[in-house]
Nanobody, 118 residues
Framework: QVQLVESGGGLVRAGESLRLSCVASGFDLSSNAMGWFRQAPGKQREFVARISSGGSTSYANSVKGRFTISRDNAKNTVYLEMNSLKPEDTAVYYC????????????WGQGTQVTVSS
């Protein structure tokens, strides 16, 4: 059974940093591309970042240069390092397994709330 558990969110001020974690189970993380998504109140869920099984990364334009996605296959964990946070980054953040460039294939976990105050 696939399970994705996100953590690390919180309330921070603009310009500060957070690191999110996603612990995956039920599948071989090392063989899969993984992604981070976010959903702000009243908005649709949107793509944030992707990491391939080989470690190649890609980002939404809105976070490029500020966010870094990484993975530790030995720990079955995917990370999202978020720097220079802005109020518009406020959202619930989710991770998921990907097929193709940005298509999530598993049920969504509970996510982790990130709130950035101005």
């Amino acid at each position: 059974q696939v399970q994705l558990v996100e953590s690390g969110g919180g309330l921070v001020r603009a310009g500060e940093s957070l690191r999110l974690s996603c612990v995956a189970s039920g599948f071989d993380l090392s063989s899969n591309a993984m992604g981070w998504f976010r959903q702000a109140p009243g908005k649709q869920r949107e793509f944030v970042a992707r990491i391939s099984s080989g470690g190649s990364t890609s980002y939404a334009n809105s976070v490029k240069g500020r966010f870094t996605i990484s993975r530790d296959n030995a720990k079955n964990t995917v990370y999202l390092e978020m720097n220079s946070l802005k109020p518009e980054d406020t959202a619930v953040y989710y991770c998921n397994r990907l097929v193709g460039s940005r298509t999530a294939i598993d049920y969504w976990g509970q996510g982790t709330q990130v709130t950035v105050s101005s």
